[in-house]
């Protein structure tokens, strides 16, 4: 399975609450035959609510990011430019910036989005929990 982490679902799963995670998204995520990405969008969330003291952990985001990718063999996914068009084409039913581009890659790349979020279900995009 080809899998997207939505930021909470990195977040939780790197320490900060693992307990708040599915059983389903645990096992999706502890499976090594599964390819699991972390977009930069994610990073980019979490720099900027780190910046707003929204959210404290234990290192730096870089070291967290870079030890979770090393560990867990996560794969990164950048923004491309079609990833940003396909935006363009969503319904407004979130108005969350991360969110709509974490929709659009999951449609472009075609993965699954591990999620707890109601509203990505209304996208039509494949989610898991």
């Known amino acids: 399975m080809r899998l ?6 990195f977040i939780w799963w790197s320490g900060d609450d693992p307990s708040l995670l ?5 096992a999706l995520i502890g499976d090594r ?4 990405f972390l977009s930069t969008v994610s990073v980019w969330e979490m720099a900027i609510l780190i910046a707003k003291g929204r959210l404290a952990i234990a290192q730096s985001l870089r070291s967290l990011v870079v030890s979770h990718i090393a560990l867990y063999q996560f794969q990164p996914l950048m923004i491309t430019y079609d990833h940003a ?3 363009e084409t969503l319904p407004m039913h979130h108005k969350d910036p991360w969110d709509r581009l974490l929709i659009a890659q999951a449609f472009v790349e ?9 509203k990505f279900p209304q996208y039509g995009v494949q989610v898991a929990w």
């Open 85 to 87: 068009y396909y935006v």
């Open 22 to 26: 599915s059983p389903t998204v645990k």
């Open 4 to 9: 997207l982490l939505d930021t909470h679902t």
């Open 110 to 118: 075609d993965l699954i989005i591990l999620t707890r979020d109601h």
């Open 33 to 36: 035959h599964n390819d699991i």
